[in-house]
C-alpha cells in the first residue's frame, strides 16, 4: 500500500472581480497547486496572489495550462494548430515562472486544464504538440495527465516524467476514462463518499465505475477541483481519512 500520496487542486482561476473558489483556505490542505495561467482563468494579480499563498504553505505550483478560452472556462474542445498549441503552451508556462519568481517560488510541473486535458489525453498530435511546449521551456517539468491513458507514455517516450492523476470528485467508465460532464451523476458532491473511494483506490488500485464495475486506477496524485461546491470540505475529509489510516499527504515534487 502506497504511504503517501499527492493532493493537488486547481486554483488561481478568479478573474478581477469575478471570484472563483476559496484559493487560501484550500492551500491549507493540498501539497499542489495547478495555478491558472490566464487562457482558462486568472488575472494576473491574482494568479500572484495564489502563489503567494502556495508559497507561505509549502505548496508545490505547477502551470496549469489551458486553450485560449476565457469565455468558455477551457472546456470547449478546440483543434489547435501545433505549431500554435506549443507556443500557447510555451507562452502559459512562461508567464506563470515570471509570477512564481516574483512570489518567491518556481514552476515544478505541468499539467493541463480541462478540455485540452481530456483532448490530449487520446489525441495523438495535440499531446505532442503540449509535451513539445514543455520540452523546449524546461524538459525537467513533469507532465500531469490522466491515469492510464495513452499520453503518458508518449510522454515518457519523449523523456519527460510523468504523474497519473485520479479525480476525486469525478466518476469514471469501467474502462478508466472520466464521464463526461454534460452526463449525470459526472460530478461527485458527498465528501464521506469521495473520501472512502480515495482511500479504495490506495488501499485496493482502483475505485467502482458508473457502471458499477471495479475499475483499476494507479494514480501518483488526487485531484480535487477548487470550484466545487464543497470543495473545502470534500479535500479535508479526503485528508482527514488517509492520514488516520496512515497514508501521508505530499506532494510528488517538494517545495524547492
Known sequence: ????????????????????????AILKVVSSANVACGFHAGSPAGILETLKAAKTQGVTVGAHVAYPDLVGFGRRNMDIASDELTADVIYQIGALQGLARAAGTQVRYVKPHGALYNTIAYHERQALAVIDGILAV??????????????????????LKTIAEAFADR????DGTLVSRREAGSV?????????????????????????????????SICVHGDSPGAIAMASQIRTLLEAQGIAIRSFIPQA
Do not use: C
Open 188 to 220: 461527485l458532491h458527498d465528501a464521506q463518499l469521495v473520501a472512502q473511494r480515495m482511500l479504495q483506490l490506495i488501499t485496493e488500485g482502483g475505485v467502482e465505475s458508473i457502471e458499477g464495475k471495479f475499475t483499476p486506477i494507479q494514480a501518483d
Open 171 to 174: 466518476a469514471y467508465h469501467a
Open 138 to 159: 524546461d524538459p525537467q517539468l513533469p507532465l500531469v495527465g490522466l491515469a492510464g491513458s495513452p499520453v503518458l507514455q508518449l510522454a515518457q517516450q519523449k523523456g
Open 1 to 24: 500500500m502506497l504511504k503517501t500520496i499527492d493532493l493537488n487542486s486547481d486554483l488561481g482561476e478568479s478573474f478581477g472581480q469575478w471570484s472563483m473558489g476559496d484559493d487560501a
